[in-house]
C-alpha cells in the first residue's frame, strides 16, 4: 500500500503535541542527528487511517524498530500483547526510568521495551549522557 502523504499541517500538529520528543523513548528531536518521524500507530498495511488520532513523532530507531507492528511477546509472560499506543495510554502508566534504563512496568510496556530495544547498550550510553547533561526528561514529566 502507498504511504498516504502527511501534510505539513498535521506533521507539525503532530510535533507539537509531542513536544519534539520521541513518544516512545523520548528522546528529544535536538539530541539526535536525524529528524524524528511520523510513525503510523496502527500502520496503513493494517488499515491504519493518516489522521492526527493514528500519527505519533518516533525517533528513527523507534520507528525503524517497530515497523508495521502491533504486538509483541511480553519477555515476563511470553504472552503476545499489544504494544504501547501512545495516542490511548500515558506514558508513565506503561514505562519508568530507571537511571538511564527505561523499564516496562505494564505486559504492552515490557513487550515494547524489547521490540523497540530501548535498552540497546548504544541507546542506554546516549540517555546516560543526555541525563548527565540535564537533557533527558524526568519519568514524571511526561
Known amino acids: 500500500m502507498s504511504p498516504i502523504p502527511v501534510s505539513p499541517r498535521l506533521r ?54 517497530k515497523g508495521s507492528d502491533l504486538s509483541a511477546i511480553d519477555p515476563a509472560t511470553g504472552l503476545v ?13 506503561h514505562f519508568q526510568c530507571d537511571g538511564a534504563a527505561i523499564r516496562g512496568v505494564t505486559p504492552s510496556g515490557r513487550a515494547t521495551v524489547n521490540l523497540l530495544r530501548l535498552n540497546s547498550s548504544l541507546r542506554m550510553l546516549q540517555r546516560r549522557a543526555l541525563l548527565d547533561a540535564g537533557r533527558y526528561p524526568e519519568p514524571n514529566s511526561s
Open 12 to 65: 507539525r500538529l503532530v510535533i507539537e503535541r509531542a513536544a519534539d520528543r520521541c513518544e516512545y523513548c523520548l528522546l528529544h528531536q535536538e539530541d539526535t542527528p536525524f529528524t524524528h518521524q511520523i510513525d503510523h500507530v496502527f500502520p496503513l498495511k493494517h488499515g491504519g487511517a493518516t489522521t492526527s488520532e493514528n500519527l505519533a513523532l518516533a525517533c528513527l530507531d523507534c520507528n525503524r524498530y
Open 81 to 93: 500483547v499489544q504494544l504501547y499506543n501512545p495516542r490511548t495510554q500515558t506514558w508513565r502508566q
